[in-house]
């Protein structure tokens, strides 16, 4: 428990330092949101003055980062001044979608990672195994960009799936079924190009870890004792290649939402990505702010999951804290 | 010994890429500015040995491309026309390697411009541009990667070797870096930068926040060899002898972290050079007109060139080989870098 409790504790720090960071930076960029307005003659001098005060960018620093964790506390994440509105309802908006994206996407890669690699390290050097090691290699040379450009390339020409977007323009009229078909369809081709994207990675750890496993005396020992290859290999050697794995999982929730900020831009999910990329282009910093912190909490809470996943699977991290 | 031949193949297959691409002049046939806006989105000319009646030539050439009847963009071959490719040909000025002015092309036609991986929209050619890009995309990734490792080299070494609070400040400081993911770090730190500005600023200001990036990775690996070499007997002894910290640090200690150096790079260069190309796509890198292999693509976020002009992804597939060389080379330093048998499992390219 109070390694859970420790964990916690970290976390929070990591997303308060983000903040902070991602604030201090913010404050030292030239240009804020009202400069476009400064350049405009039929725009007096003094209403932009009174818009930088009435938006506070006039204060100091530190007041500047209070007043923005005040409105933290209170749920709104600071002002979006090219929507005019609160930074997090718009935000929760947006990254209700990237969720959707990056998690059945994290779950259908490891889904398919884990049984590749157990599959891959049981015939370590035959010819599948140097197959799938090929299959792996093509995969991770292909350049993310390149491979969501190709996809999309192939939806266009070949009009299997929609070539971008949410839903469909009628989407509100679909009956229920027919809903949750359209989102499918779209959902689809950015899930795809995600998994690709990190599945090599994950298919050649996993591998190379069981592989590590299957060597040890104990497996040996098991084998003697004429354990079912299924058994073998899922019940006793997974978990003890879990380690590294978990670990693994909570740094694949990172490369899974670097990948999908480019995914959704380029295939126009509405995610926190577009919404980024316009709010850097329109100099909107508390949207970028809360973008940052949005995927610094994921993948904190990513990490936070492996943590606790890591407390349940291997015994020795269990006793060390309850001796200490 | 397999080991070694390998790092030589793919060493050798590294330096034969980078010189097309720093070579850029003498390989591309036009300069990659350069428009012709009477043939904006031709398809690629393919080179051709046996002409129309079947005949065949030694000497590879192209047909020029015409209007199809009752269209206004789509092209085809038009096969009276053909043009020989003439290889040492004469044409547009450059500066080999940045420096030697010279005229001299690897191939060229006579009274016509040839496209091999077509046109695009102001009837530039793709194939010079695509070229010409590699050396602003390699060069971001390479710069990049030696800012990176150069940071991460010199707070891994002063985290591990002085240990205590600086070891602590640093390796929280490296966490909170691991900690985001690394676009969305990427985008935060040009999100603060300017945006409308000049090519040239624009492309160091771009190796300066990717190298910015990455540091902390190389700072763990680096602490961690540290950590270990400065309890060895050597280092202890040179300590004996009175050797300053400096010198025991430049003499004994870092060398010791070439090779988790040179692993890194060999992954980080071409993470960075996507990086770039990343940026470049989004507008958010080095602006036109000036190609990078980022913006080059960033034509297909039009509907209507996915739709109409395929040919535009061409420029993607050939980066395909540049990303091969640098993973055969970074999995065959690892395998160089472990003895032992599982060493032979490599893992490829790690994050």
Excluded at chain 2, 292 to 298: F, R
Aim: glycine share 8%; aromatic share 12%; with cysteine.
């Amino acid at each position: 428990m109070r390694y859970l409790l420790r964990r916690l504790g970290h976390a929070f720090f990591l997303l308060s330092s983000v903040s902070i960071l991602t604030f201090l930076f913010a404050a030292l960029a030239p240009g804020n949101y009202f400069d476009e307005m400064r350049l405009n003659p039929q725009i007096a001098p003094e209403t932009v003055a009174a818009l930088r005060a009435q938006y506070q960018l006039d204060r100091p620093l530190p007041v500047r980062y209070v007043s923005w964790l005040n409105s933290v506390i209170h749920g709104e994440m600071g002002f979006s001044f090219a929507y005019n509105s609160a930074v997090a309802p718009l935000l929760i908006a947006r990254a209700r979608n990237t969720l959707l994206l990056t998690i059945t996407a994290t779950l259908l890669a490891w889904g398919i990672a884990l049984p590749l690699g157990v599959w891959s390290a049981e015939r370590l050097e035959c010819w599948p195994d140097r197959l799938l090691s090929w299959g792996t290699a093509a995969l991770l040379v292909i350049p993310d960009l390149g491979l969501v450009l190709g996809l999309l390339v192939l939806a266009v020409k070949t009009n299997w799936f929609p070539a971008g977007g949410m839903a469909a323009v009628d989407f509100e009229d679909l009956s229920p079924v027919h809903k949750i078909r359209d989102l499918a369809l779209h959902m689809t081709l950015p899930v795809v190009a995600l998994v690709l994207s990190v599945l090599p990675l994950l298919v050649r750890h996993v591998r190379a870890a069981v592989a590590d496993v299957l060597q040890a005396p104990f497996l040996l020992a098991a084998r003697g004792h004429g354990i079912s290859r299924r058994t073998l290999l899922y019940r006793y050697a997974l978990p003890a290649a879990a380690n590294p794995l978990i670990s693994l999982f909570g740094f694949s929730i990172g490369g899974l939402l670097s990948g999908s900020l480019l995914i959704e831009v380029v295939m126009s999910w509405p995610g926190v990505g577009p919404l980024l990329l316009e709010a850097i282009l329109g100099r909107d910093i508390f949207v970028v702010i809360g973008g940052v912190l949005f995927s610094t909490l994921f993948l904190v809470g990513g990490n936070f999951l492996a943590d606790m996943l890591l407390y349940w699977v291997d015994p020795r991290i269990r006793t060390e804290r309850s001796r200490a | 010994m397999r080991g070694r031949t390998s790092l030589a193949k793919w060493l050798i297959v590294l330096v034969v890429l980078h010189g097309i691409v720093a070579c850029a002049g003498f390989f591309a046939p036009y300069d990659p500015v350069e428009q012709a806006r009477g043939s904006p989105y031709l398809p690629p000319m393919r080179p051709h040995l046996v002409d129309k009646n079947g005949h065949f030539h030694v000497r590879p050439f192209v047909y020029l491309m015409k209007l199809q009847e009752g269209s206004f963009d789509q092209y085809e071959e038009d096969k009276s026309q053909a043009k020989l490719l003439r290889f040492f040909v004469s044409g547009a000025r450059y500066r080999l390697l940045g420096l030697l002015p010279c005229r001299i092309h690897l191939f060229g036609a006579e009274n016509a411009r040839i496209y091999l991986l077509g046109s695009d929209a102001f009837g530039r050619d793709q194939f010079s541009r695509l070229v010409f890009g590699g050396q602003v995309s390699l060069l971001a990734g390479l710069l990049g990667a030696g800012i990176t490792l150069l940071i991460g080299l010199c707070l891994g070494a002063a985290a591990g070797y002085y240990g205590g609070w600086i070891d602590d400040l640093l390796m929280r400081f490296a966490e909170l870096f691991l900690a985001l993911p690394w676009l969305y770090l990427l985008f935060a730190l040009r999100a603060f930068l300017p945006l409308a500005i000049s090519p040239i600023k624009a492309f160091f200001l771009i190796i300066v926040v990717i190298g910015a990036v990455g540091w902390a990775r190389p700072a763990r690996l680096v602490r961690a060899v540290v950590l270990s070499t400065k309890e060895r007997d050597f280092v202890r002894a040179a300590r004996g002898f009175g050797a300053t910290d400096l010198y025991l640090l430049r003499r004994h200690i870092l060398p010791e972290t070439a090779s988790v150096l040179l692993t890194q790079a060999a992954i980080l260069v071409p993470q960075f050079v996507l990086a770039e190309m990343t940026l470049s796509f989004l507008g958010l890198g080095v602006p036109e007109p000036v190609p990078t292999w980022g913006n080059l693509l960033s034509n297909l976020q039009q509907y209507s060139v996915l739709v109409s002009y395929w040919w535009m992804y061409l420029p993607a597939l050939a980066m395909v080989p540049f990303f091969l060389g640098y993973l055969g080379l970074a999995s065959s330093l690892q395998e160089r870098g472990k003895t032992h048998k599982i060493a032979k499992r490599s893992l490829g390219s790690l994050p």
